[in-house]
Every structure is written in C-alpha cells, then in structure tokens.
C-alpha cells in the first residue's frame, strides 16, 4: 500500500473518531506535508473530510471506492471473490477479457474465488448492441466478475437475469428504493434506468456450452455532475438523490454477495420467479425491436427460463431469449 492508501485505510478505519495529522504522520512514518499531499489526493477521489483542531474525520458524504472499504462490507463474503479496485480502466468487462485464457486456466473446474474488478469510472464503457456505457467519476459504480458455469449457449441469459436479480437486491439493501426490472437487462426506478448490464461469452465448439463467461454491470449511483447527457436525460436516473458515506462501496458489495448467492440456482434457474416478480413489463403494450425493424405487441409473462412471452396483434405468440423491448405509450 502507498502512502494515500494507508491513510485513506486509517480515516476508513476509525469511523466518526477524528484523528490528528500528527496521529497519522506518526501512524505511517511519513511528514505532515504528506499526510497534507495524501489528504487532497484523495480528496479527487471522492472522499470529504471534516477537518477541526481534534484533526480530520470522513464526513457523512464522503463516497470513494476502495478495497478496504469493499472488503470491510463484504465482511465474511470477502472469501468468495478476488476483487481489484482500480479508480478507472477503459472497460471492466474488456479488462477481464484481456486476462480470460489465464482466468480459465488457473480456475479450471474448481470452486475457488471469483474473479472481480470494480472501477469507478471507465473511459470506454460498453452497453449492449454495441452502444457506449455513459461511467464518470465519482457518481457510480461499475463491475465484472469472471464466470465459468455449466450453461448452454441458450442458458447463457441466466447469467444477465440473475445478476438483475442481485442488483435489485443490492439496492434495496442499501436503501430505501423500489428497483423493478425491464427485460432483459435494465433496473429501472421511477422509470428511468439505473443500471445495465452486459454479459459477455466464449462458446466451446465442441460442447456447446460456455467456456467462460464475463458479467458486467454499472449503476447510476448518484446523478453526474452537470447532469447526464442531454440525450440520456430522459432514460437515466441516479439511485440515491444526495451522496451518502460509503453508498458506491456498500452497493457493490451487496451486489458482489447477492450475485453469488442466486448463483448457486444458475444451473436450475431457481431464481426466475423472482426476476418474472421483479419485473414491470408484464401486461404492458411493448414494441419488440430487431435491428431496424420494429413490432407491436404486449408482453404476456416471463418463464422459467427468463424469456419473455409476448404476443403480437395477429394473435402470434414468441418466446424471447434476447434482444430489445421498449414499453409503447397507451394511446
């Protein structure tokens, strides 16, 4: 650990006590100017202090991912995963691409931890259908976590529904909101998105089924400063309307326990009751979008293996395994 490491650790550490600059300079054998330099370092970071005469404290705002702060929430689930924090990385997703073959290799057909990373911010975030992720600093939280389930190509969607399902959990773990989910891969509240997610895979020729695959999820923590997008703002909203101490750290961790947790129902897709009760597209009228065609329909329910049954004005009726919906306003 650097110094900024260290001290962010102390200041983490010792919760709503203040300690002095002299405490830490002492604490890590470094000068006050560094403890200084430290302290506006991770002030870009995200982290607030309250500072007085009794030294500095983290103030009730102040949200910065970090592994210790992760870990500190993920308690005795910490054991499940390895996680790395970085501060920003073009893509988690892409960054745990680079590394699949050694992943594969070292996991094999064990059951040791996952893989993780979490970032706070990317600078080429990916959606899906090739569109960007919009992933500034400081306002949320983006993660991947490395995979290699028994799963068919077919079943790889289980893997998206079920980290929905985490997600929604997570969120209400750490707050007061009511998340529901838009097939397949969107967490809405108050109607507007505030995360997505985005599973990647390698098909085994042989099998069939998957080599490995890579989970990918961002939230919408708090709104970006200066806003979102002028052509997101419509679609994307923030979970919590002000900053809370540590809410970025706690969501992630809640997710990364939850996501494993209904994972231990991915084969057998115990959890698709859950995601078809999560979900509010049922009854509604939806359009069902391919490429540039689209489709009117209604969406009747959801089944066991988290496919969206809808039907068309001809009285047609299809299973949905992938693609895009978008909910159609009543006239």
């Known amino acids: 650990m650097n110094a900024r490491q260290q001290v ?7 919760g709503t006590e203040y300690v002095s600059g002299n405490a830490i300079a002492t604490e890590l054998g470094i000068t006050r100017a560094a403890v200084w330099k430290c302290i506006r370092q991770m002030e870009a970071e995200g982290y607030r202090f309250e500072v007085t005469r009794k030294g500095y404290r983290l103030s009730e705002d102040s949200d910065a991912l970090s592994e210790n702060n992760l870990r500190r929430y993920l308690g005795d689930a910490s054991r499940l995963y390895e996680v790395e924090v970085l501060s920003t990385v073009d893509s988690t997703n892409t960054y745990l691409k680079r590394m699949a ?6 996991k094999g057909d064990g059951d040791g931890p996952w893989r993780a990373v979490v970032a706070s911010s990317q600078n080429a975030g990916r959606g899906r259908m090739g569109r960007t992720f919009v992933s500034p600093a ?65 098909i085994d020729l042989e099998s069939g089924g998957l080599d490995w695959a890579i989970m990918g999820i961002g939230f919408n923590v708090y709104e970006p400063e200066g806003g979102f997008p002028e052509e997101l703002q419509s679609i994307a909203g923030p979970i919590a309307p002000k900053r809370q101490r540590d809410l970025r750290s706690r969501i992630a961790a809640a997710f990364l326990k939850n996501f494993h947790q209904v994972c231990v129902d991915l084969e057998s897709g115990g959890f698709a009751e859950e995601y078809k009760r999560r ?13 540039s065609s689209t489709r009117p329909a ?14 068309y004005a001809d009285g047609s009726t299809e299973a949905l395994a992938s693609g895009e919906v978008s909910v159609r306003p009543i006239s």
Do not use: M
């Not at 073959?101 to 070292?106: D, P, R, V, Y």
């Not at 209604?298 to 039907?311: F, K, N, S, Y």
């Open 8 to 14: 962010a650790t102390l200041l983490e550490n010792a």
């Open 101 to 106: 073959h050694e992943l594969k290799a070292a």
């Open 138 to 202: 400081g306002s949320g939280v983006y993660l991947s976590v490395f995979l290699t389930p028994r799963l068919s190509a077919q079943q790889a969607v289980r893997i998206t529904t079920a980290a929905a399902v985490a997600a929604c959990r997570a969120i209400e773990d750490c707050t007061d909101r009511q998340p529901k989910i838009k097939w397949v891969n969107d967490i809405l509240i108050d109607g507007k998105k505030t995360c997505g997610i985005l599973t990647e895979a390698s």
């Open 279 to 291: 979900s509010f597209l049922i009854g509604q009228p939806i359009t069902v979008i391919r490429g």
């Open 298 to 311: 209604t969406a009747c329910d959801i089944d066991g293996e988290c496919r969206l049954l809808v039907r």
